[in-house]
Each structure stands twice: as structure tokens, then as C-alpha cells.
């Protein structure tokens, strides 16, 4: 995937129509909801539908990809889920195999792969058939933060994004010193887990465009 400005940002864990309008209105690319139980951003099905309408509203006639986040779904089932909801992107995140990835993308056409490096997963974006990978920490919406030089030893061959520990602060120092086609941000933008900050919103999406 080609990211549509010259650094591809997602705000990922809304779970308000609130928190979708101040990212879009922020000129993210891509606004992120999260359906894995146990998370303090878990979302149903039925409380995505709303906040997809609220991402049409804001969006107007910009383009803005809807990524529907999975953790411990059966693949083919995220796959449907996502079609069903009429999402732009489904990310598997974590423990999926090569063969889970198949399976979904027999389903739906653009699925993007989230790992951590402490997986030591390949690097090669495409490898599973993904449009695109995402490095995480080792524990996804932890706000813990990868070791930049750990990054920078082992760069992603193709259009990738750096997730884990982001914040407002240490967002372009990150993008500077790692060089990710684009950014993925969840906690670092929260006054608590799960509750969006919308200033926190627009500052990171600021500081990570300048």
C-alpha cells in the first residue's frame, strides 16, 4: 500500500463519535476499532456500526480507512466480521499463522499484519500476503515503548508502521530515528485506558505530521 500523504498516521482504539470526528478533523488517515475481549478498548459489533457512520460524516469526500482490530478472532471470522461491517482494513494482531492469513484473505481483500519483534517475525511486508505490517510492542496498548536502535537494526522491507509507546512528545523523534512509512497511536493519546484525550488526538496527529 501506498499511504496517501507523505506519512501515513492511524488513531487506533476509538470508541466514541467524539474521539472519530477529533482524529479525522486532525487528518489521520486511518481510525482504528478494536474487537478483542479483555481490552479496555474492546468494541461489539453493534458499537462499531455507529462510529463507522460518524467516520463517514467527518470523512466528507477525504478518504479515510476504517481497520477493524482483531487479537484472538478465528481469522475466517474477523474476515467476515469484516465484511460485514464494510471496513476498509482488517488487522491481525498477534498469534495468527501464515495459513490464518490465508484464510482471511480468501475473504476480505486487505488485511494488514500487527506483530512484535520479540515474535522475530519476517520483515518482508507481503510475506503473508499483507498490504501492510505494523511493529508493535510486545504487549499491544501497553504505552510500552520498543528500543528505537532495536527498530532500526531490523527494518521492515516495504511500507510498514511503528506502533507501541508513541505519544505526542517522542512522535517525531520516533519517525525520525526509525523511518516508518507511518504511525499507529492508542494509549498514548488516553487520560486513561480506553478514554481518548481529543487534544492529545490533535497534537499527536500534529506533531507527527511536522
Known amino acids: 500500500m501506498t499511504p496517501q500523504s507523505p506519512l501515513y498516521v492511524k488513531v487506533c482504539g476509538l470508541k466514541t463519535a467524539e474521539s472519530v470526528a477529533a482524529a479525522i478533523g486532525a487528518g489521520a488517515d486511518a481510525v482504528g476499532f478494536v474487537h478483542a475481549p479483555g481490552s479496555p478498548r474492546h468494541l461489539e459489533a453493534a458499537q462499531i456500526r455507529p462510529l463507522l457512520a460518524a467516520a463517514a460524516e467527518a470523512a466528507g469526500n477525504t478518504r479515510v ?5 482483531v487479537r484472538s478472532l478465528i481469522s475466517d471470522d474477523a474476515a467476515r466480521l469484516a465484511l460485514d461491517l464494510g471496513m476498509s482494513v482488517l488487522q491481525l494482531h498477534g498469534d495468527y499463522s501464515k ?18 519483534l520479540a515474535a522475530r517475525p519476517d520483515l518482508t511486508v507481503g510475506a503473508w500476503g499483507e498490504e501492510m505490517l505494523l511493529l508493535d510492542a510486545p504487549k499491544a496498548g501497553s504505552g510500552e515503548r520498543w528500543d ?10 516495504g511500507p510498514w508502521l511503528l506502533a507501541g509507546g508513541l505519544t505526542p512528545d517522542n512522535v517525531a523523534e520516533a519517525i525520525a530515528t526509525a523511518h516508518p512509512a507511518g504511525v499507529d497511536v492508542s494509549s498514548g493519546v488516553e487520560s486513561a485506558p480506553g478514554v481518548k484525550d481529543l487534544a492529545k488526538i490533535r ?4 506533531n507527527a505530521r511536522g
Open 65 to 69: 480507512d476504517t481497520v477493524l482490530v
Open 99 to 116: 495459513q490464518d492469513f490465508e484464510r482471511a484473505e480468501a475473504i476480505f481483500s486487505r488485511v494488514w499484519r500487527a506483530t512484535s
Open 148 to 157: 528505537l536502535g532495536t527498530i532500526v537494526e531490523n527494518q521492515p522491507k
Open 203 to 206: 497534537e499527536f496527529v500534529r
